[in-house]
């Protein structure tokens, strides 16, 4: 079974900057595109960013020039950097991954556990 573990979040004051890590392991054949949502309280999960396996990201408008997401395929990561970061950026954030199990290329939908962060004064 794939699992996903999430690493940073934490508290930070409006302008500071927060980075979250996500490793994938268990049995992984190949790893398509990786993304990070984020969902805050009494709201519906959104898309944050992602980035192709080759390299290719998008980003919400919300978030464009001030986060960056990146991977290094060869450690099955995805991280994201968060810079200048606003209250309205607090939400409990979620790794996704595309990946298919070894000795199949069949691609599932992995998710993380999620990571909170609380941007405040």
């Known amino acids: 079974q794939v699992q996903l573990a999430e690493s940073g979040g934490g508290y930070v004051q409006p302008g500071g900057s927060l980075r979250l890590s996500c490793a994938a392991s268990g049995g992984i054949n190949v790893i398509d595109a990786m993304a990070w949502y984020r969902q805050a309280p009494g709201k519906a999960r959104e898309f944050v960013a992602n980035?192709?396996?080759?390299?290719?990201?998008n980003y919400a408008d919300s978030v464009k020039g001030r986060f960056t997401i990146s991977r290094d395929n060869g450690k099955n990561t995805v991280s994201l950097q968060m810079n200048s970061l606003k209250p309205e950026d607090t939400a409990a954030y979620y790794c996704?991954?595309?990946?298919?199990?070894?000795?199949?290329?069949?691609?599932?939908?992995?998710w993380g556990q999620g990571s909170q962060v609380t941007v405040s004064s």
């Open positions: 996704n991954v595309r990946a298919a199990r070894t000795g199949t290329w069949l691609l599932s939908e992995y």
């Open positions: 980035v192709s396996s080759r390299g290719r990201t």
